[in-house]
């Protein structure tokens, strides 16, 4: 039986020295290898934000060892992916974009591949790159992203293939440098692993079990990101209502939000991903409290109805999860509400999704992430009964959609006409001389101007809803 309490361990300060001399090694054996420019590295990361923020403490160490970046991997030198396990689609790509890389290393030769992540973490994954996939060099789990220095220092010294994709149960590491990719918004992680366990998630078997780092940790670095100008700080983890279960810090999560809404600085608080199983009115109270706090909560529901609640292990109620949200909307009136869900859950009946979509019509949320169910191995789904076929799932999934669409469809026409502060994040895709942000409550808004106002806060009235999609003018 999987020991959910299990007590933190901090990887030691001598461990990381030894990392730290690595990386040390590393950067006097690649001058010598290449006397005349950088090496050059490419790093592409799959998935959630955990990844994104463990793919930047990995690019802080590769910059330590002197490496530069590139968007091209063919010029690269040293090719990572930071890959995900959450849906079947999302591994089918890892593989196919690994596949494609094997003509890109017979040009280079001395190219070193690598791979990290969550889906390095399972066994018949890790395997399969074993035998299949001969020409990647470097294979290491999500708890061996701090051994990534000793690691690679043994790839370019042996020439050998590494793999290490050990559970080392529920340990933190501390003090790796981190290559921010952006100047003015920054991932700061505050907790690892789940402990829940929801019937379909593979997330609790490949980054183990929740652990917390401490608050001095956290406000240090919250210090460190407000010091280097950022603006927006997403607080992560996969659950950061229990932060601080299992820890004698006494510090739950609304006191770190409010520990941090008291830094000094311009700058505003996001966090996700919360549970409604664990999410308190006492959080709630706080945000509407933290002036800093983004009016903005992100609360996955998965399912409307009450018996695929149970049956993918919850642990609250369509009528829980309503009073959560109708108690956030009365402290806070202006608040965004998203969630995630699951379409097509094993055994799921139509008129259960029916229930979904009333939800969906009751809350009236900002935006959805949706997803049709995808079996993954090991977990307790993948071994019930699924007779709807994927063709209806499908349908369901459009229904949603479309509903979804009438919804935000009728906040942007409430929208239209009213001014909105806006955090700009950077130009459209068009790249037509139009930028485009975010409000408060997380909704996007594209306007023209110039791209030095990118990383600031603005005032853009809406003046066009085509849809959900909105854009206005920059106005005083
Ligand atoms: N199939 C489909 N969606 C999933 N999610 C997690 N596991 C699965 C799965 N096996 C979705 C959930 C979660 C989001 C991050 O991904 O909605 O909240
Ligand atoms: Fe997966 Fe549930 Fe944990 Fe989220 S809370 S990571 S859905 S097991």
New binding site residues.
Partial sequence: MTDLNKKTVFVSPREMQKQQEFINLIKTVLAAKYPSSAPKAFVHTYGCQGNVADSERIKGMLSQMGYVFTEDKHEADFVLFNTCAIREHAEDRVFGNVGALKPVKNEKKDMIIALCGCMMQQEHVSERIRKSYPYVNLVFGTFATHRFPELLYSVLRNKKRVFDVREDGPIIAEGMPVYRDSDFKAWLPIMYG?N???S?????YV?GRERSRTPESVIAEAKEIIAFGAKEITLLG??VNSYGKNSDFGVNFPKLLKMINELDGDFKIRFM?S?PKDCTKELLDTMAQCKKVARHLHL?F?SGNNRVLREMN?GYTREQYLELINYAKAVMPDISITSDIIVGFPGETKEEFEDTLSLIREVKFTSLFTFIFSAREGTKAQKMEDPVPYSEKSKWFSELLKVQEGIACERSRNMLGKTYTVFVEGTTKENDGRLTGRTDGSINIDFPGDESLIGTYVNVKVTNALNWILSGEICE
């Fill in positions: 789940c829940n366990f929801c379909y998630c593979i997330v609790p980054r996969q659950n991903t549970h996955p998965q919850r």
